[in-house]
């Protein structure tokens, strides 16, 4: 069984949701580490509920961000981690932390990638009148959210939404994909061809 660690900065939907569909006896994977970088982030709570390990690291005092990084990385390697899902969590990261982990962090974003990266992504869609939005499961590089896209589910852009309306019909879509694309990657069913990644066994 492969293990997971998370990394959140938040409320952390996206971590109950792959507690409840990959923390389950017939699972290829487990998450056996929650980590926040902030002391608020809901996510804390949530790993503590679920049994798992849960540790808060602050980035804040901490300039040099390899410095930082070199501090996760050890953690992760002491719970033998196999491989990081990021749940809303707010830091790029870097090389270093990057190479301990190749092609082994995950990423969900509120948008289909390579439209609105980075940060408020729904309030960008709005803004650019787009009919369609939705989520995208990528692996993580050191741009913000130019990894290679794995998995995408769309939803309508209706004409009365706003930014918080538009979100939360995107997250019921992430708490499904999230935790599937997650299986299968576990299972092994990443698959490169021609630089382009996939995840065979996916459907929308």
């Given at each position: 069984m492969k293990r997971i660690a998370v990394l959140a900065s938040g409320n952390g939907s996206n971590l109950?949701?792959?507690?409840?569909?990959?923390?389950?006896?017939?699972?290829?994977?487990?998450?056996?580490?929650?980590?926040?970088?902030?002391?608020?982030?809901?996510?804390?709570?949530?790993?503590?509920?679920?049994?798992?390990?849960?540790?808060?690291?602050?980035?804040?005092?901490?300039?040099?961000?390899?410095?930082?990084?070199?501090?996760?990385v050890q953690l992760l390697q002491e719970y033998e981690t196999d491989f990081v899902c990021l749940a809303g969590f707010m830091r790029v990261l870097t090389y270093r932390f990057l190479n301990a982990f190749p092609y082994r962090v995950l990423n969900v974003h509120p948008a289909l990638l390579p439209s609105f990266p980075g940060t408020h992504a729904p309030s960008q869609a709005l803004r650019a009148g787009v009919k369609l939005s939705g989520c995208t499961i990528h692996l993580v590089d050191e741009g913000v959210d130019t990894g290679p896209i794995l998995a995408q589910a769309a939803v309508p852009v209706l004409e009365n939404d706003n930014a918080d309306t538009l979100s939360a019909r995107i997250q019921t879509v992430e708490h499904r994909l999230y935790p599937q694309a997650v299986r299968l990657f576990a299972e092994g069913r990443l698959r490169n061809k021609d630089k382009l990644f996939f995840l065979d066994g996916w459907s929308p």
């Open positions: 109950q949701a792959l507690i409840d569909n990959l923390n389950v006896p017939d699972s290829p994977a487990e998450i056996s580490l929650v980590v926040a970088n902030i002391a608020s982030a809901h996510a804390l709570v949530r790993g503590r509920k679920a049994g798992i390990p849960t540790f808060f690291v602050p980035h804040e005092g901490r300039e040099d961000r390899q410095n930082y990084e070199t501090l996760l």
